[in-house]
């Protein structure tokens, strides 16, 4: 018996062309050429996808599961993705709703729990802010970094637009920001951490995580979707003692739902917490969508951002509970001289949201 | 002065607003922050986004040019993909429509008129097929090949569901299928290339490429929005005598016009053919995109595929002209046992189309 997995799609179409529809999907995202002429029995029975259900959603769309043998895939996360949604993506009908990965295919990271043990942050939330803008040179960010590790934040990351450019080198700005946000923390005893983004091909993605290892990182951030999921998962493996935070960079181009992409497939892909765009913000992900991929994540850290102001701490916490680090970034940069204090009522306005709402 | 290059977004919005959007487009694409606490004036004029243009195109729709700084890109195609689109594939009002290269960004690569050289085919457009269905042993995969090579066909391509399952691991399945083709070849005399499909991380893709290239193999797939745009640059400048053709996998065509992503983005990264699906076919890509597509896409050679009849190749090149491969899969497959003579057919339709009609 082969072994299959359960991938759901939504389809635009009519309920008398549905059925059609959905078969000519499965044949697609497996053998993609014409049954009849196959002459294996085993290929029609074990390789070719199969519609196992078709549930009229209203509106004209239909949720289409179809069972994917386990075999196309092999071990590769980028073979996963192919097979997923490789030449259907190229069809404006359909959306990739949903799949149960694999267990062979998911790899595992302490996630939530993983840093509360390291940051000493037992029960509330987290938090964090982005160093910006990319045109400042090393010792700029250095200099904001050591501003916001005063103000007590949980985590520093890089923008996700900090690369290896010019005007910021990885290999001179990583080594600077490392130390400043040291210098910061130990002023607050707060176990700041600073997540470096690791951009490039596989070997300057290990070159660039050893710098940051070298100085005693152990958070890093990598976007998938443009590092590609075979590298990344090259990546986490390499280096399983780092939790990796997934940026969302390039998840809306392919049509598949953010519930799964960032919610189950970055964290199948080793990594410890996913940064996302939370409802009400700058993006237009609604709730129902954030709580599915927050949920789906777990025990990955569901990190909400994009557009976070100061006075949502309260009503972000109620909804996305504490396992959460929320991501504050020009909010905070606005305050401009008084980053440090703006800092400071963030991290103070997590803590007291913890004591007096929830007695812990 | 700041180098910078013209990026054109599409976006859905009205009149009084779009102003507006397409400045935050520009931040977003650049700063990602507020302006207001940027304090360097080299940033705010060198670094942060310029909006150079919007045209109304109608129904809701306007075009936005956006100068990007040129700085922030750095040298990794990976990088550029993140400027040109990262965050802002998040929002699902603007598709990425086209945009000017960098020039240092871009690599070359021989394309059509170097595959015009190796095979020895001054004039006429080049005939395809592909290997499938994926879950056939390498010698049947194998066999399959020998058979297209001897009807005459020009190319003979992995399917790209084939990476590195247990039933045709790659190192297997690739020596014996380029031992079949060049069995067939020699019965023919055309000097039939097999292409085989790379796949997984830039290790692995950097392994596979040695295996196909010990195998004499010169021409090689691979999928960009799967593997990752730096690693596939990192590919095509390790081996720079392999012309790779470029597979659309995971294109997802709605929100990256393909007149850019595999017209113009593909070819940068060094491939030398771009495979995409055809008007008319099993997808639904308009004629004016295929043509622009085409053209942008030049000197790398156009493969239209996806569905293409055999009785369909004189429209077809005159269409898309000679400097393409016609890539039939499906419709060659369905001959069964008599695949080679639907093989020489098709080489023929195109053999004679450049005789009868143009004389050459």
């Known amino acids: 018996m082969t072994e299959r997995f359960t991938v759901t799609y939504h389809v635009r179409g009519d309920a008398a062309s549905i059925e059609a529809r959905a078969q000519a999907i499965a044949v697609e995202q497996s053998v993609e050429m014409p049954l009849a002429a196959i002459d294996e029995p085993a290929i029609l029975s074990e390789i070719v996808g199969k519609v196992e259900a078709i549930n009229d959603l209203g509106n004209g769309t239909f949720s289409v599961r179809i069972g994917l043998a386990l075999a196309t895939v092999g071990d590769d996360p980028g073979q996963l993705l192919n097979m997923l949604f490789g030449n259907t993506s190229l069809h404006d009908d359909v959306i990739l ?65 900090l690369a290896d450019q010019a005007y910021s080198p990885f290999a001179t700005r990583v080594p600077l920001i490392a130390e400043a946000v040291a210098r910061g923390a130990r002023s607050t005893g ?50 399983p003692e780092v939790v990796f935070f997934a940026h969302p960079s390039m998840g809306g181009a392919a049509r598949i739902a953010p519930e799964l992409l960032i919610g189950r497939l970055f964290p199948a892909l080793g990594c410890g917490a996913v940064i996302f765009p939370t409802y009400g913000g700058r993006f237009g992900y609604s709730p129902a969508t954030c709580r599915e991929l927050a949920t789906n994540a777990r ?62």
């Open 97 to 161: 709703r949903d799949a149960v990965i694999p267990e062979r295919l998911r790899a595992h990271s302490g996630g939530a729990p993983e840093l509360r043990r390291r940051l000493g942050v037992p029960r509330r939330a987290f938090t964090g802010s982005a160093l910006k803008p990319q045109g400042l040179a090393p010792d700029r960010l250095a200099d904001l970094a050591e501003r916001f590790a005063r103000g007590g934040l949980d985590f520093i990351k890089d923008d996700h637009g």
């Open 190 to 239: 707060v176990a700041t951490r600073y997540i470096p983004s690791l951009t490039g091909d596989l070997d300057q993605l290990r070159a660039q995580a050893t710098i940051a290892r070298n100085c005693g990182l152990d958070c890093m951030m990598v976007a998938p979707m443009v590092t590609g999921f075979s590298s990344v998962r090259a990546l986490t493996r390499a280096f």
């Open 299 to 360: 025990p990955a850290l569901a990190v909400p951002a994009g557009g976070i102001a100061l006075d949502r701490v309260s009503e972000l916490l109620d909804f996305y509970g504490s396992d959460t680090m929320l991501l504050i970034g020009g909010s905070l940069l606005l305050a401009r001289d008084r980053v440090t204090e703006a800092s400071a009522a963030f991290a103070d306005a997590v803590m007291r949201y913890g004591v007096s709402e929830h007695g812990c």
